[in-house]
């Protein structure tokens, strides 16, 4: 209120959810929220699929291996985000690292799995047909299997690209998380302009990074598209 006693005209002022000043006014500092939160995302998600690529082929070549690759990226999986952190913190330190190493290590789940079952999914009739054509084992992986185990794989990277997204936020704790950095300190402040705006931020990230991801599949897997068009 104001001295008068009437409701103060700034948004800002009256700590409104939807402000436009908010906006105007911390256009900087949401620019700079939004391109960490980006950042840590894509080196993450990249790192994941890297190391997601070598055992989802390791676990599809030996199938000994397919049970202890599974297991062991699935019970990373469930360790609480907090927990992670704590575990990760003597070796990373306070830094963007430490976030990035649990980020990989959250997504290799959803990438190995949904990479293993392309794999598998593709037809040993074609394999065989590869090796007659005189293909050896990595332009068989390179040039059929991956290929064909794409629309899989790119499910899986979708799904791991947004669980990423969200969890960055909880990097807040070691001040590297992007658009959660200004979650958690609204949260603190009560600032609800700050805390609604990150908040939606975060969700428009998603679902432009689903969208794309989504586009990137359909225009690098023509063939699938094709197929269900002739199932339906």
Known sequence: MTAS?????????????????????????LLDAVLQHLQLTAVAVALALLLAVPLAVAARRWRWAAG???????????IPSLAMFSLLLPVYGLSAS???????????????????AGLRAVPEETRQAARGM???????????ELPLALPAAAAGLRIATVSA???????????YGGLGNLIYAGMNTYFKAQVLTASVLCVV??????????LLQRLATPWDRER????G
């Not at 006693?5 to 500092?29: M, V």
């Not at 990230?205 to 989504?214: G, Q, S, T, W, Y």
Request: net charge positive; aromatic share 6%; glycine share 8%.
């Open 228 to 231: 269900k068009g002739a199932a």
């Open 165 to 175: 997204i969200s969890l960055v936020t909880i990097g807040a704790i070691v001040g």
């Open 68 to 78: 202890p690759v599974l297991a062991v990226t699935t019970v990373l999986y469930t």
């Open 205 to 214: 990230i998603a679902v432009a990074a689903d969208l794309l991801l989504l």
């Open 134 to 144: 005189g293909y050896g084992p990595v332009r068989l992986l390179l040039t059929v």
């Open 98 to 116: 430490l976030v990035i190493a649990g980020l990989v290590l959250y997504s290799l789940t959803l990438l190995v799995r949904n990479l293993l």
């Open 5 to 29: 006693g009437t409701p103060p005209d700034d948004c800002l002022a009256r700590n409104e959810w939807i402000c436009g000043a908010y906006l105007s006014s911390r256009r900087e500092i």
